[in-house]
Structures are given as C-alpha cells and as structure tokens.
C-alpha cells in the first residue's frame, strides 16, 4: 500500500535527484539537466502556487517512491487543464508502481479541483509511461504539439507528444 502526502521545501532535494535522473531527462520535453539553482526556484514557487499540486508517494518501509505533480490552467468559459507529470524514484522502476501513483494522484486532484479531466502529454517512445498511464485508466485523444518535442522525425520535423485524457 503506498501512502502520500504534499510536497514540503526538505523535499527540494529529493525532486532535484527525481527531475535530473538520466532516464527522466531522456523523457522530458526538455532532456537539458537542471541547474540546482533553476530547481529550487521552480520548486518553491510550485510550493505556494494554488493551481498546483505536488504529491511524494511512499512505500510500506516509508521509502519515498516517487512523486505525482498536477498543474491547472484555468481557462475562460470553459473547464480547467489540468495537466499530470510523474516520476518513479530509479530504483522502484520496473515494480507496477507508476499506475498505482496514478490512480491514487487522479483521486485526490479530482477531490481538490473537482476534476473533470485531467491530461497526460507523453513522448511517443516513452512505452512505460503510455502502459501506465493506460492501466490508470487513461485514453489516448489524440497527438499534440503543446509542448514543443525537440525530437525530430526522418523529416527534421518536430515530432509531436501524445495527449492521453482521463474524464470523470
């Protein structure tokens, strides 16, 4: 059973070690490293902003395991973005915890904003996230160019993410 609470500034550290993992790197929209620097100003501003929300999962032996974050976009006339990101400590991959993070993030956003829908935008390569984002109950809608994809196609073409959608 894994357990959660919000995110607090001693974890700083924890998200920084999380964010600059080379695997997670490779996955980002962003793949560059993050400064320390850079890091803990976005972490702390993360920390007092009211549209987001920054979960740590722990396992039975109280070790951290990962982190599920949420950032919401109000938009005019109609329902809020809320957008999902999430990352699985390195050595707690490969154990069906992504999924469970996922599932248990989902409830507790909807319980905060009364989420409708909450949108997961993932690189097409990236078969473990779209496996557990899928077994959490997500949707693929469509492909998207929101964020950008450095990654280029045989045409030198930005390649775009996937948008997955879970509605409730």
Request: hydrophobic share 40%; net charge positive; with cysteine.
């Amino acid at each position: 059973m894994l357990t959660y609470r919000t995110a607090q500034p001693a974890d700083a550290r924890l998200y920084f070690t999380w964010a600059n993992d080379p695997d997670t790197r490779q996955q980002s929209f962003n793949s560059a490293p993050i400064s320390l620097e850079t890091h803990t100003a976005w972490f702390t501003r993360k920390l007092t902003d009211p549209n987001a929300l920054l979960l740590v999962f722990s396992n039975e032996a109280g070790q951290s395991v990962g982190q599920v974050r949420f950032e919401r976009t109000p938009v005019a006339d109609m329902p809020d973005e809320i957008i999902i990101g999430i990352s699985i400590d390195a050595k707690q991959r490969g154990k069906g915890l992504a999924a469970q993070l996922i599932q248990q993030g989902c409830a507790i956003c909807r319980k905060r904003w009364d989420a409708v829908a909450i949108h997961a935008y993932i690189k097409p390569e990236n078969q473990a996230s779209i496996r557990a984002f899928e077994r959490a109950g997500f949707r693929l809608s469509g492909e998207s160019g929101k964020f950008g994809n450095s990654d280029r196609d045989a045409l030198g073409q930005n390649k775009p993410c996937l948008l997955y959608l879970k509605t409730f």
